[in-house]
């Protein structure tokens, strides 16, 4: 059974850093996504299985760095210089029959449970 466990989630003040985790049971192609209160889930960045490829929305670039440590299957997601929009609940997903990256949640197979994110203005 696949398991997604992230964690680091919390409140910071806008322009302030937190990294979340992400636990997989094995190694996959990772993406981070999010969700605010009343709106759609969003993409915000993505690492293939081999961590030679990353990709990120444009809301993401420059403040935002995903990694990925394979010998403990986990994905990263550093995020500086925050803001207030940022504000969700953080999902880290996974491919689990494409090792490459993609934008898109329906080309993932399985999904975290979310760490939630608050910034204090």
């Known amino acids: 059974q696949v398991q997604l466990v992230e964690s680091g989630g919390g409140n910071v003040q806008a322009g302030g850093s937190l990294r979340l985790s992400c636990v997989a049971s094995k190694r996959y192609a990772m993406g981070w996504f999010r969700q605010a209160p009343g709106k759609e889930r969003e993409f915000v960045a993505a690492?293939?299985?081999?961590?030679?490829?990353?990709m990120y929305a444009d809301s993401a670039k420059d403040r935002f760095t995903i990694s990925r440590d394979n010998a403990k299957n986990t994905v990263y997601l550093q995020m500086n210089s925050l803001k207030p929009e940022d504000a969700a609940t953080y999902y880290c997903?996974?491919?689990?029959?494409?090792?490459?990256?993609?934008?898109?949640?329906?080309?993932?197979?399985?999904w975290g449970q979310g760490t939630q994110v608050t910034i204090s203005s």
């Open positions: 997903a996974a491919r689990a029959s494409f090792t490459s990256t993609s934008g898109q949640s329906a080309d993932y197979d399985y």
């Open positions: 690492i293939s299985w081999s961590d030679a490829a990353t």
